[in-house]
């Protein structure tokens, strides 16, 4: 037998230096001005929460605020519910999220999967980009000129709805996008290592390895498109009565009801108002909760 050689050995691991005291300063000085930061922005939005639910919380513990609309009542008679701007904020959302969603995810999964490097990818991507830079009231005027102006259609919330896609569709191409280029190359090779098309690749592992994230993202696009005020103000018009067609009439919806109400002098528009911006952070609440919980049991399943 022959003994062994250095070469042989192996290397010893290098020894542990003790980290310097000017790199600990840096730490300690990077750590507070995050955190404070991080204090500085918490501090409106606990003002905001705080001042809205004080003013109006006391609103939304009446069972008639969820059970009645305000038809024949004016702003200055007490009682009525919301009732009716409820039913039309969420279906307003629920029209839009139903066309914009598959869009989103059939355009991020081109720019992803297909597109790479192409002259209509850069193209898609640019029109995106311009897009999440668009104002909510630039939409609805554009809606207003081609759905009303140049179709002939009536105001209606169908028409809030198409301005709400103009506002939905980046945040999810956006969303969905990072998720699906965050999934492993090696899943995708895996598959077509086994003569799977891929086609049946994406729709089969590599969209539910991303969904519990793109679930994620779609129930945030839904609460921001939920809360604006410039295409409800433009393309429908407001009604103190229930209205659940969608294609006619005029609509109510909690952005509308809160400035219609804040228009109108008086304790009870005022109150109204505050009740009205209480059900919508619940509503939003709720949808994001929803949102967390199928994101969380669609995790578990593709594991």
Not at 72 to 93: D, E, K, M, N, W
Not at 102 to 124: H, N, Q
Not at 146 to 153: N, R
Request: charged share 15%; aromatic share 8%.
């Amino acid at each position: 037998m022959t003994a062994a050689t250095d070469l042989d050995r192996p290397a010893a691991p290098p020894a542990f230096q003790q980290v310097g005291s000017g790199r600990k300063v840096k730490n300690r000085i990077a750590t507070v001005l995050v955190t404070s930061t991080f204090l500085i922005a918490l501090v409106p939005l606990v003002w905001v929460l705080f001042t809205v639910l004080a003013k109006g919380f006391t609103r939304v513990l009446n069972a008639d605020w969820w059970q009645k609309s305000l038809a024949g009542l004016t702003s200055r008679q007490f009682g009525g519910g919301v009732y009716h701007a409820i039913i039309g904020t969420l279906l307003q959302g629920l029209i839009c999220a139903v066309i914009a969603v598959p869009i989103a995810i059939l355009v991020a999964v081109y720019l992803v999967e297909y597109g790479k490097r192409s002259r209509l990818a850069r193209a898609v991507t640019f029109t995106v980009d311009i897009l999440s830079g668009v104002p909510s009231i630039v939409a609805a005027l554009f809606i207003y000129a081609l759905w009303i102006t140049t179709l002939g259609m009536p105001r209606s919330a169908f028409a809030v709805s198409l301005a709400l896609v103009l506002l939905m569709i980046p945040v999810v191409v956006r969303t969905t996008e990072e998720l699906l280029k965050i999934v492993p190359d090696e899943l995708r090779e895996a598959a077509y290592a086994l003569g799977i098309p891929k086609w049946k690749t994406i729709v089969k592992i590599v969209i539910p390895t991303a969904l519990s994230g793109i679930i994620t993202g779609i129930s945030l696009a839904i609460a921001r498109v939920m809360g604006e005020t410039a295409p409800v103000l433009v393309l429908v018009g407001y009604t103190t009565f229930i209205n659940f067609d969608p294609f006619g009439g005029s609509m109510a919806s909690l952005p509308l009801l809160m400035t219609s109400e804040r228009n109108a002098l008086g304790e009870v528009g005022e109150a109204r108002v505050w009740g009205a911006a209480v059900t919508l952070i619940l509503i939003i609440t709720v949808f994001n909760l929803l949102g967390s919980l199928i994101s969380r049991l669609t995790s578990l399943k593709t594991k």
